[in-house]
């Protein structure tokens, strides 16, 4: 059953209906509150579906057709790109860091009252 929801999140006919929701009065459920699991869940993968299509747009280098019709390689690549998010922070925070030597304006003084 799972696979099946993904299935159908995956599809053009919810992926237009995710998009025209935006712009248009366009409902997927009857209910607009007090979502079951199975709905949270097709939502969820409706959400990543389209990103996912907004990346292979955008021509992603990591992702490509083939990727996308296979919910293991789907998975595999959320994966990595959860751990190339979190390599980009790490190295961001790290060079934010780092003292520039060649300017000295990154240096930070501290003065310290002289013992008595």
């Excluded at 299509?53 to 992702?63: I, K």
């Excluded at 789907?74 to 190339?84: D, T």
Aim: aromatic residues 16%.
């Amino acid at each position: 059953m799972w696979e099946k929801i993904r299935e159908l999140a995956f599809s053009w006919k919810y992926q237009t209906l995710l998009k025209a929701g935006k712009t248009l009065d366009v409902r997927i459920f009857n209910n607009v509150i007090d979502f079951s699991y199975v709905q949270l869940y097709f939502l969820h993968w409706l959400i990543i579906a389209h990103s996912l299509y907004e990346r292979l747009a955008m021509d992603d280098e990591h992702l490509n057709e083939d990727v996308l019709k296979d919910f293991i390689r789907i998975e595999a690549y959320l994966y990595c790109e959860s751990i190339r998010k979190e390599n980009k922070k790490y190295q961001k925070e790290s060079e934010k860091n780092e003292i520039d030597e060649n300017h000295p304006e990154s240096f930070e003084f501290v003065f310290l009252k002289p013992r008595n």
